[in-house]
């Protein structure tokens, strides 16, 4: 089964717990948390991001997508009884000791990969991770274009290793899901698509359908 992960990046955070509640009532089956330091992207949404608030309102498990370049000092800030996943990025510091943290706190743990690192310096950790999340744009800010090669990750992937959740991140909408699901993406970010639609159950159909 596919499922859709909906990033509250861009939603309107001063009228959150409406925001929360048209994600309660969708078939999405997670919410995006995307988490950045000002330092490891140019971004930072720590302020943002109030848990105890979100998770308040929420009838959905979080998927946590840390953008940072010290994860450690971050991951105990997100182990809620909501947390279904913890992803760090490749490229930042510490990844072992990071992923061993978030195994320990009984959480799924993810490996984000940025778009110009290729995805056969993944291949190590396949083993002691649950997810990936190939970004199909430069981490950092929302409403960016989907970059094209990222079908060719997914495919490769996929190819290599047939259970992995491979999870896509960024400019993900109707437009270019079918195709991401035909080349083995079995988890679909999507933030400004669902989250500045009428519907977001219509929008999720339009994405799934085949």
């Known amino acids: 089964m596919i499922k859709t992960s ?20 969708s078939n999405s089956d997670l919410i995006h948390i995307d988490i950045m330091d000002g330092k490891f992207v140019p971004n930072n949404t720590l302020e943002k991001f109030d848990m105890n608030k979100i998770s308040k309102y929420s009838d959905k498990n979080f998927d946590v997508h840390l953008m940072v370049e010290n994860p450690i000092d971050y991951i105990s800030s997100f182990v809620t009884p909501l947390t279904d996943y913890i992803s760090i990025h490749l490229e930042s510091k510490g990844i072992d000791q990071s992923l061993k943290s978030i195994k320990e706190n009984g959480i799924k743990c993810g490996l984000a990969i940025n778009p110009d690192t290729k995805i056969q310096k993944l291949y190590p950790f396949l083993e002691i991770i649950d997810m990936v999340i190939i970004m199909s744009v430069f981490p950092g800010k929302g409403g960016q274009n989907f970059i094209e090669n990222t079908y060719d990750k997914v495919e490769t992937l996929r ?47 339009n994405m799934l359908k085949h």
């Open 6 to 25: 909906i990033s509250i990046l861009d939603c309107d955070f001063n009228n959150l717990e409406y925001e929360i509640n048209r994600v309660n009532n």
């Open 159 to 205: 190819n290599h290793d047939k259970n992995i959740d491979i999870s896509v991140d960024g400019g993900v909408g109707s437009s270019n899901s079918k195709t991401l699901i035909s080349k083995g993406a079995s988890t679909l970010v999507s933030g400004s698509y669902l989250m500045k639609s009428n519907n977001i159950n219509n929008s999720i159909k």
